[in-house]
């Protein structure tokens, strides 16, 4: 494991429902048992942004951050509206009780201004102009509101989320996670060779901006790049 600080603060990990019940009992915990390891990866990015963000100085290393953080914030952004668009009517209609997620769409309208900053802040900005501080400023704006919503709480939602780019999506979601999490686990379940394919395909477009991940293409922990106790 590697020393701290990791991707795992300052704002804490969820523990999933798996840890203490059987997610087959019911398909509402399968449910929330998947969101939990996808917000945990979430979590894990905001954390090695926010960690990383002051040791970065070198214009290349800046380069490879801010698409990092450009790529971070719009597959956040992408999931949000993939719940308020698709999962967040299903739940109603199933529930039968319309509106019944709205507070969950307003957890996501108060931090959606923060989010929206950092994407653009990772997009537009230059090298030469990059400022942790203000990246910082950023995310501790965001982050209490952030974390309570994921803490709050896929298949129509997984056809849509497929449309991604492949080149930044899956490599980014494979090193945000953490297979030693709890124990061990092996979410996502991927087909055999998946990651390999990941690995040695997908990712070699913008490998720079990987190296900034919490852990490497099998999930596994590893030092943070700049500022986690030594690089890669």
Not at 122 to 130: A, C, F, I, Q
Request: proline share 9%; net charge negative; hydrophobic share 40%.
């Amino acid at each position: 494991m590697p020393p701290h600080p990791w991707a795992d603060g300052p704002w804490p990990l969820l523990e999933t429902p798996s840890k203490t019940k059987d997610i087959t009992t019911h398909p509402a915990l399968y449910i929330a048992n998947e969101m939990a390891f996808a917000h945990n990866s979430m979590l894990r990015g905001l954390n090695s942004i926010y960690l990383q963000a002051p040791h970065v100085s070198d214009p290349t290393d800046i380069t490879d951050f801010l698409f990092f953080i450009t790529s971070w914030a719009a597959w956040v952004s992408h999931h949000h509206i993939l719940e308020e668009e698709k999962m967040f009517p299903g739940f109603e209609r199933v529930i039968g009780i319309p509106g019944f997620l709205g507070v969950n769409v307003e957890q996501h309208h108060s931090f959606q201004p923060s989010l929206k900053r950092l994407l653009e802040y990772g997009r537009d900005t230059e090298p030469g102009e990059y400022d942790a501080k203000i990246v910082r400023g950023i995310i501790e704006a965001m982050a209490p509101g952030f974390r309570e919503h994921l803490a709050g709480r896929l298949s129509e939602c997984e056809a849509e989320a497929g449309g991604q780019d492949k080149n930044v999506v899956p490599p980014m979601v494979l090193g945000l996670r953490d297979v030693t999490f709890e124990g061990g686990n092996d979410w996502p379940v991927m087909p055999p060779l998946s990651a390999w394919v990941v690995h040695y395909f997908f990712k070699r477009k913008y490998n720079g901006a990987w190296r900034f991940l919490p852990c490497d293409t099998w999930g596994r922990p590893r030092e943070l790049a700049f500022g986690g106790g030594g690089g890669e």
